[in-house]
């Protein structure tokens, strides 16, 4: 007798955003499998509420794109807090996935510069492709406006004048 799907626990609202690029400032853009066509850096919300932050950035990299932080050629340290928080209003798309009456998450946002022509694995229930794109024609790709700020930012957080 086939057994009735677990339900899956709300979603904490609380997340990360990663934008992962290059010392040249070429950004990883993913494209969402649930929505063809919106673009975005790796995104995760915490899987229990102590969760830090860093860490769920590691997991979030590692599951979306096959990234390792810590493996040879991505230290720990090439993983920078950039000690930002987005506070905005979720997509009523996406409200379903959390419990009732969420109507914002907080977002973390961090940096990781990797080498260039690192292999990217996505996800394939998560993400259809992948693009490595400079900085401004990534952040004008990008669906979510906290997302295409943070990649404006890119430059002056590595302190490269472009």
Not at 75 to 103: C, F
Not at 139 to 150: H, I, K, L, T, V
Request: glycine share 6%; proline share 12%; hydrophobic share 40%.
């Amino acid at each position: 007798m086939p057994t009735a799907p677990v339900p899956r626990p709300p979603k904490i609202p609380t997340s990360v955003l990663v934008v992962i690029h290059t010392a040249a400032l070429d950004v990883l853009l993913i494209e969402r499998a649930d929505k063809p066509g919106f673009w975005q850096s790796v995104t995760g919300s915490m899987d229990f509420v102590d969760e830090p932050p860093r860490a769920t950035c590691i997991r979030e990299v590692a599951e979306e794109t096959g990234i390792v932080v810590g493996s040879p050629g991505v230290p720990p340290s090439a993983l920078v807090d950039w000690d930002l928080r987005n506070v905005y209003e979720i997509y009523p798309m996406w409200r379903h996935r959390y419990g009732p009456g969420v109507t914002q998450n907080t977002e973390h946002v961090f940096g990781l510069q990797v080498p260039a022509g690192i292999p990217v694995t996505l996800a394939p229930r998560e993400h259809l492709q992948h693009v490595w794109l400079p900085w401004q024609e990534a952040a004008g790709r990008c669906f979510s406006r906290s997302n295409a700020e943070a990649i404006r930012a890119l430059p002056a957080r590595c302190g490269a004048a472009r």
